[in-house]
Protein backbone atom coordinates (compact mmCIF):
# COMPACT_ATOMS: atom_id res chain seq x y z
CA UNK A 1 0.00 0.00 0.00
CA UNK A 2 1.55 3.77 -0.94
CA UNK A 3 2.34 5.80 2.04
CA UNK A 4 0.40 9.29 2.23
CA UNK A 5 3.82 10.56 1.06
CA UNK A 6 3.81 8.74 -2.41
CA UNK A 7 0.08 9.12 -3.00
CA UNK A 8 0.43 12.91 -2.32
CA UNK A 9 3.40 13.11 -4.85
CA UNK A 10 1.30 10.98 -7.24
CA UNK A 11 -1.64 13.73 -7.17
CA UNK A 12 1.11 16.65 -7.41
CA UNK A 13 2.22 14.65 -10.39
CA UNK A 14 -1.36 14.55 -11.72
CA UNK A 15 -1.65 18.28 -11.38
CA UNK A 16 1.35 19.02 -12.77
CA UNK A 17 -0.08 16.75 -16.04
CA UNK A 18 -2.93 18.70 -15.94
CA UNK A 19 -1.73 22.21 -16.33
CA UNK A 20 1.73 21.30 -18.43
CA UNK A 21 2.59 24.13 -20.48
CA UNK A 22 4.40 22.02 -23.13
CA UNK A 23 5.16 18.21 -24.21
CA UNK A 24 8.71 18.61 -22.38
CA UNK A 25 6.94 19.27 -19.13
CA UNK A 26 4.34 16.31 -19.80
CA UNK A 27 8.06 14.30 -20.23
CA UNK A 28 9.23 15.63 -17.04
CA UNK A 29 6.18 14.60 -15.36
CA UNK A 30 5.79 11.12 -17.01
CA UNK A 31 9.63 11.00 -15.88
CA UNK A 32 9.36 11.83 -12.58
CA UNK A 33 5.75 9.17 -12.35
CA UNK A 34 7.70 6.78 -13.54
CA UNK A 35 10.31 7.32 -10.99
CA UNK A 36 7.92 6.55 -8.56
CA UNK A 37 6.54 3.62 -9.92
CA UNK A 38 10.48 1.93 -10.06
CA UNK A 39 11.61 2.83 -6.95
CA UNK A 40 11.58 2.51 -3.41
CA UNK A 41 10.96 4.31 -0.34
CA UNK A 42 14.04 4.99 1.85
CA UNK A 43 13.74 5.67 5.48
CA UNK A 44 14.84 9.41 6.34
CA UNK A 45 14.48 10.93 9.83
CA UNK A 46 12.11 13.82 9.49
CA UNK A 47 13.77 17.50 10.06
CA UNK A 48 12.03 20.61 10.05
CA UNK A 49 13.55 24.04 9.33
CA UNK A 50 12.07 27.38 10.47
CA UNK A 51 10.76 28.58 7.11
CA UNK A 52 8.28 25.65 6.76
CA UNK A 53 6.48 26.68 9.94
CA UNK A 54 5.94 30.25 7.78
CA UNK A 55 4.47 28.15 4.75
CA UNK A 56 2.47 25.56 7.14
CA UNK A 57 0.35 28.68 8.73
CA UNK A 58 -0.89 29.38 5.64
CA UNK A 59 -4.53 28.05 3.76
CA UNK A 60 -3.08 25.60 1.00
CA UNK A 61 -5.54 25.49 -2.33
CA UNK A 62 -5.00 21.69 -3.88
CA UNK A 63 -2.99 19.76 -4.59
CA UNK A 64 -1.32 21.36 -1.66
CA UNK A 65 -3.97 21.30 0.85
CA UNK A 66 -2.90 18.44 2.41
CA UNK A 67 0.96 19.58 2.61
CA UNK A 68 1.12 19.86 6.56
CA UNK A 69 0.97 16.21 7.55
CA UNK A 70 3.52 15.59 4.38
CA UNK A 71 5.76 18.39 5.59
CA UNK A 72 6.18 17.13 8.36
CA UNK A 73 7.15 13.29 7.36
CA UNK A 74 10.03 15.10 4.95
CA UNK A 75 13.74 15.60 5.80
CA UNK A 76 14.31 19.79 5.43
CA UNK A 77 17.42 21.18 4.48
CA UNK A 78 18.89 24.68 3.87
CA UNK A 79 19.72 25.40 0.78
CA UNK A 80 23.02 24.82 -0.63
CA UNK A 81 22.25 28.40 -2.51
CA UNK A 82 22.64 30.91 -0.32
CA UNK A 83 23.58 32.06 3.20
CA UNK A 84 20.74 30.91 5.57
CA UNK A 85 22.78 27.68 6.95
CA UNK A 86 19.73 27.50 9.37
CA UNK A 87 17.00 26.68 6.98
CA UNK A 88 14.83 30.23 7.82
CA UNK A 89 14.33 31.77 4.90
CA UNK A 90 14.78 29.33 2.10
CA UNK A 91 14.70 24.96 2.40
CA UNK A 92 14.37 22.30 -0.01
CA UNK A 93 13.43 19.04 0.94
CA UNK A 94 14.98 16.59 -1.84
CA UNK A 95 12.81 13.67 -2.45
CA UNK A 96 15.58 11.40 -3.08
CA UNK A 97 15.87 11.30 0.55
CA UNK A 98 12.56 9.08 0.84
CA UNK A 99 12.66 7.37 -2.65
CA UNK A 100 15.12 5.60 -4.85
CA UNK A 101 14.28 7.68 -8.02
CA UNK A 102 16.77 6.24 -9.84
CA UNK A 103 18.37 9.72 -12.86
CA UNK A 104 14.88 12.17 -12.10
CA UNK A 105 16.22 14.63 -9.14
CA UNK A 106 12.96 15.64 -7.21
CA UNK A 107 12.04 17.81 -3.74
CA UNK A 108 9.97 20.94 -2.20
CA UNK A 109 11.17 24.27 -2.29
CA UNK A 110 10.10 26.54 0.17
CA UNK A 111 11.30 30.32 -0.07
CA UNK A 112 9.96 32.55 2.97
CA UNK A 113 8.16 35.82 2.51
CA UNK A 114 10.03 38.48 0.28
CA UNK A 115 12.88 35.98 0.41
CA UNK A 116 14.91 35.40 -3.00
CA UNK A 117 15.78 31.65 -4.38
CA UNK A 118 19.10 32.64 -5.99
CA UNK A 119 19.87 32.74 -9.43
CA UNK A 120 21.51 29.55 -11.21
CA UNK A 121 21.47 26.85 -13.48
CA UNK A 122 22.63 23.76 -13.87
CA UNK A 123 22.85 21.07 -16.61
CA UNK A 124 19.63 18.51 -15.89
CA UNK A 125 16.36 19.89 -17.62
CA UNK A 126 13.77 20.62 -14.67
CA UNK A 127 10.04 21.97 -14.53
CA UNK A 128 8.27 23.28 -11.73
CA UNK A 129 4.56 22.64 -9.93
CA UNK A 130 4.05 26.32 -8.29
CA UNK A 131 2.09 24.44 -5.23
CA UNK A 132 1.49 27.92 -2.65
CA UNK A 133 2.17 31.60 -2.64
CA UNK A 134 2.31 33.86 -5.63
CA UNK A 135 6.14 34.73 -6.54
CA UNK A 136 8.07 35.69 -9.56
CA UNK A 137 9.84 33.53 -11.12
CA UNK A 138 12.94 34.14 -13.76
CA UNK A 139 12.46 30.61 -16.14
CA UNK A 140 12.93 28.92 -19.22
CA UNK A 141 15.66 31.64 -20.61
CA UNK A 142 13.47 35.06 -20.10
CA UNK A 143 15.90 37.62 -19.05
CA UNK A 144 13.04 38.79 -16.11
CA UNK A 145 10.81 37.69 -13.44
CA UNK A 146 7.54 36.92 -14.23
CA UNK A 147 4.11 36.95 -11.75
CA UNK A 148 3.44 33.24 -11.68
CA UNK A 149 0.54 31.62 -9.73
CA UNK A 150 0.07 28.60 -7.87
CA UNK A 151 -0.85 25.10 -9.74
CA UNK A 152 1.37 26.65 -12.50
CA UNK A 153 3.97 24.44 -14.22
CA UNK A 154 7.47 25.82 -16.48
CA UNK A 155 10.45 24.47 -17.40
CA UNK A 156 13.87 25.37 -17.69
CA UNK A 157 16.08 24.05 -20.09
CA UNK A 158 19.56 22.95 -19.23
CA UNK A 159 22.10 25.66 -18.81
CA UNK A 160 19.36 28.49 -18.38
CA UNK A 161 19.37 31.01 -15.57
CA UNK A 162 16.47 30.73 -12.94
CA UNK A 163 15.19 31.93 -9.65
CA UNK A 164 12.15 33.12 -7.46
CA UNK A 165 11.11 35.71 -5.58
CA UNK A 166 8.51 35.07 -2.95
CA UNK A 167 6.06 38.29 -2.36
CA UNK A 168 6.93 40.37 1.00
CA UNK A 169 3.85 38.74 3.21
CA UNK A 170 3.60 34.81 1.47
CA UNK A 171 5.85 32.03 1.22
CA UNK A 172 6.11 30.52 -2.18
CA UNK A 173 6.01 26.73 -1.99
CA UNK A 174 7.26 24.57 -5.10
CA UNK A 175 7.79 21.02 -6.54
CA UNK A 176 10.85 20.67 -8.73
CA UNK A 177 12.08 17.88 -10.40
CA UNK A 178 15.52 17.63 -12.59
CA UNK A 179 15.76 14.60 -15.21
CA UNK A 180 18.24 13.56 -17.76
Known amino acids: MPSDLEVFLRRCGQAALATASSQVVTEGVDAFLD ?13 LVPVVDELLDLELAAPAEAFGPIARQLRWTSSPRGDDPDGRQIALAPLNNHFELGEVVAGFLVAG ?3 VYPEHNHEPQELYLTMAGRGSWRFGGHGGYQDVEPGSTFYNPPG ?3 SARAEPDRPVLALYVLWP
Open 160 to 162: VIH
Open 113 to 115: AGC
Open 35 to 47: ALDRGHPVDADPR
